[in-house]
């Protein structure tokens, strides 16, 4: 059974940070590309960033030099740390595992944790 468990959201001042955790299962997990997306009330879904297998990673303009995702292969975790955070960070943000070989795609999605950042 594959679960992808998200945690670590709330509420947040501007300028504070708050640190997303993912907690995998259910699949071979370093043979996964992880994501994080979110998507603001009224706004479309968006990537925020991703993690690769070879743990090369990418970000949305919004959010670089401000949040870091990692993984660990051995706790079968992806984290994204948010630094800096605005207003406009303020979404649901899903955590995402997908894989692609010749025979098969895998794409699976966690619940999802608020992140509110406010005074």
């Known amino acids: 059974q594959v679960q992808l468990v998200e945690s670590g959201g709330g509420l947040v001042q501007p300028g504070g940070s708050l640190r997303l955790s993912c907690a995998a299962s259910g699949f071979t997990f370093s043979n996964y590309v992880m994501s994080w997306y979110r998507q603001a009330p009224g706004k479309e879904h968006e990537l925020v960033a991703r993690i690769d297998t070879d743990t090369s990673t990418d970000y949305a303009d919004g959010v670089k030099g401000r949040f870091i995702i990692s993984r660990d292969n051995a706790k079968n975790t992806v984290n994204l740390q948010m630094n800096s955070l605005k207003p406009e960070d303020t979404a649901v943000y899903y955590c995402?595992?997908?894989?692609?070989?010749?025979?098969?795609?895998?794409?699976?999605w966690g619940q999802g944790t608020q992140v509110t950042v406010s005074t």
């Open positions: 995402n595992a997908y894989m692609r070989s010749f025979i098969t795609e895998r794409d699976y």
